[in-house]
């Protein structure tokens, strides 16, 4: 059932920029799709509560703390 579908991405971090564990804390109450994987790596997690707006809001804050 696609309805309860969920979608997994992990992003690695280039070298200076911020860690896993503080992107995953700055962006607390704003995101909570992803969470700290490792050091340099964010594991992005969709539930079928997600809709195509909060995936891009996301993407977007990704972006903000990241460019």
Same mark, same amino acid.
């Not at 490792?38 to 969709?46: D, L």
């Given at each position: !059932?696609?309805?309860? +579908? ?6 690695? /971090? ?5 860690? %896993?564990?503080? /992107?995953? *804390?700055? *962006?607390?109450?704003? #995101?909570?799709m992803w969470n700290a994987f490792a050091h340099s790596t ?6 079928? !509560?997600? !809709? +195509?707006?909060?995936? %891009?809001? +996301? #993407? !977007? /804050? ?6």
């Amino acid at each position: !059932d696609v309805r309860l +579908a969920r979608v997994c991405a992990v992003v690695h /971090l280039a070298p200076g920029v911020m860690d %896993a564990a503080a /992107l995953v *804390s700055v *962006s607390r109450g704003r #995101c909570r799709m992803w969470n700290a994987f490792a050091h340099s790596t964010v594991r992005v997690v969709t539930h079928r !509560d997600v !809709d +195509a707006t909060q995936v %891009a809001q +996301a #993407c !977007d /804050l990704l972006r903000e703390l990241l460019v």
